[in-house]
């Protein structure tokens, strides 16, 4: 690691790149604690400062991904859904709502997430479902992620939780928490798709700042995913906006890119209630059961927007407006609550 710091940490005007060989290996000096802990904050800090480059950003990442449990769903298809790991803290999210509509439509979806992640230390999928009483299977460590493919072939969705997969990731949480700062692993963490399709895997991520779509959509394509829709969301979430244009990029298996937006226009009108009630645990529990049992809200536009758009991004319909309507369909027959509820399966 000493010799890394004395490439990545010098300064603007002196710091090297690392190729992506290197970078595989200072990954894994860091999720194996072999490096100190001052040593690995300041490579993380070095890192950001520095900016990453492309192949050090994939190097990166074949580290973490060897350092996971990743296994493959006995189903052709899976479509995950990637939220930051740092959470949420100004509006709403609703990434498990629209993972229970796409498998109730037929489309597997997984959800993947952490307890709490610093610096941001926002709510995240965990916290939000352990408050309203869903039992997540959490703990079993690679036994979870098991049977977290076989929920996602008899129930259509299914969550892994960041300890079972990447402990050794989650382990350097009390280190993030020191640096202050959000690192390059707040970008790759939560690409990692634990639960893959047995012949394709969608990923479905977000972004915010300018660059970073061409990062997440360059780094999917390296590593085999079928395809991926970014959105420019809320918080670099899922989430298109509720009521006006969100910007989306998706790469398709034939390696195109396109850019368009995600418009509100295709929704009909709707009786809304506004999405700036405080952003407890509760308080977006209760707006999740209140989309699922089919209420007109904004949070009902943000799911019906994003099931139309991936369902259009899938080739499943011809255009976005379409998809919504399935969504809307879903939400009101119940059946996008029916497939939520099985997301409560304690751990054996």
Known sequence: MREFLK???VGPAGSRDLSAEQATEAMAICLSRSAT???IGVFLIAQRMKRETTDENQGFYRALVDASTVVSAECDQVITLCDPYDGFDRVPHYAPVVAATLGALGHPCLLHSSRIMPPKNGLTARVVLSTMGVALD???GEDSVHRAAERLVNEGI???DLEDFCPRLAALSTIRAEIAKRPFLSTLEKLIVPVRGRNETHVIAGWVHKGYEELITELLGRNGFASCLLFKGREGHTDPHPHRETAFVSRVATGSVKSGVVDPAVLEQDALEGDGAAVTADAVGNKWREVLAGVDTAGS?????????ILHHLGVVDDAKAGS???TQTLRSGEASRVFDTLHCARP
């Open 301 to 309: 536009r943000t799911v019906r927007l994003s099931v139309g758009a």
């Open 7 to 9: 490439q990545v940490a």
């Open 325 to 327: 309507a399935l969504a």
């Open 37 to 39: 802990d001052v040593q």
């Open 158 to 160: 299914a969550y892994v």
């Open 138 to 140: 959490i703990g079993g």
